[in-house]
């Protein structure tokens, strides 16, 4: 076993120590606030990443000026969470609305159409990338339309684990009812599609700088949008949507979701390593498929193997063959968890049962604690939001195939600080856990 607990994605910070500079920075000079030097060196650092000649190619502008009415704006915010949150304002999501969204995904993508007083409605995913099935979502819209008399303001399809969604399909089918598409990129920070940035093609695109994503500002997320006056009007909700008097008058209500100046330094920092980060958990990824290839009842999920994508891999899963045997199956879920797999800081509402009606099967629970007493964090896959408690009662427009993918899947360690040694010392164990 190795001298160190194996995690997920680690933050990892650059080895010039910029993101302590850019901190000191703020304190010398008492920016210490939600906005400052740092907030905008850090918005102009993402607007470079995502505008990037690739970006530019792959949108076939004709012109400068083409090109420059083209240009992404970013608003750096506290979490991705909020970008959701502000992106459906923007999209003038109003109680009683619907709005159609991924379900193999996090509940941040999910959570903020509900705290407008809107209705999610689940879109399950297709077989290659595991995200929204467009089959489905084309499916959703008619029937939604049929049932309620109107069309979802909004479509969400997300990158799960980085893997870039069939925005093509998805742009089309969005177009073609009129509703703007919101990427959730949270996990898919540098991922492409044909060559263009992931969180660039729809009307808004949300990013997450979370301790455990691509890169880090500690806690954050950001909001691309579409033009200058998409952004100044995203950025009065960022902060409290004051008018312009010399005294404070609100004739829209805002929130107080920018990012602040000490975590904006973390993340220009961060944006000097992002490429070797993203090469990184490229080559953690190929290990994986080059180790685990000839293992009988493991398989590592792949990108398509069609032009086009290109996922960053923030986490590797893999899938396990439901008559796969696990040292230690037989007390899988024997003993109720007291405490966090992967929650937020350990805060966890204690429960009476270890099990659900929906959940991993008994062997992806016997790897997983396997796993963790080999000192290797491992983590079932994201459970689909249409099997949720707290969405019991959404719409939900499934196939099956994000259930299926519950009971099978888990995530490997994938971040900057996994070594090859690491990533041989997880697929011994991951062969030492398999009976027989």
Known sequence: MPNKRIHLCLAHMSEAGLEQKYIQEAFETNWVVPLGPNVNGFEKDLEDFVNDIATVEAQNVASPQQAESLHKRVVALSSGTAAVHLALIACGVQPGDEVCVQSFTFCASSHPITYLGATPVFIDSEADTWNMDPDLLEEAIKDRIAKTGKKPKAIIPVALYGMPYQIDRIMAIANRYDIPVIEDAAEGFGSRFNGQILGTFGQYGVLSFNGNKMITTSGGGALITNNEDEWREIMMYATQYRESYPYYQHEKIGFNYRMSNICAGIGRGQMTVVNDHIAHHKHVQKMYEDLLRDVKGVHVHCQPPFAGYDSNYWLCTIILDEDLRIKGQENAYKTIV?????????????????????????????????????????????????????????PAYTNGVSEALFKVGMCLPAGPYVTDEDVQYIVESIKAAIVG
């Open 338 to 394: 007291e405490g966090a797999v992967g929650g937020a800081a350990g805060v966890t509402h204690l429960v009476d049962s270890a099990t659900t009606d929906c959940q991993p099967n008994d062997n992806v629970e016997a790897l997983r604690v396997f796993m963790d007493a080999a000192g290797i964090e491992a983590r079932p896959v994201w459970k689909p939001m249409h099997k949720q408690p707290v969405y019991k009662d959404c």
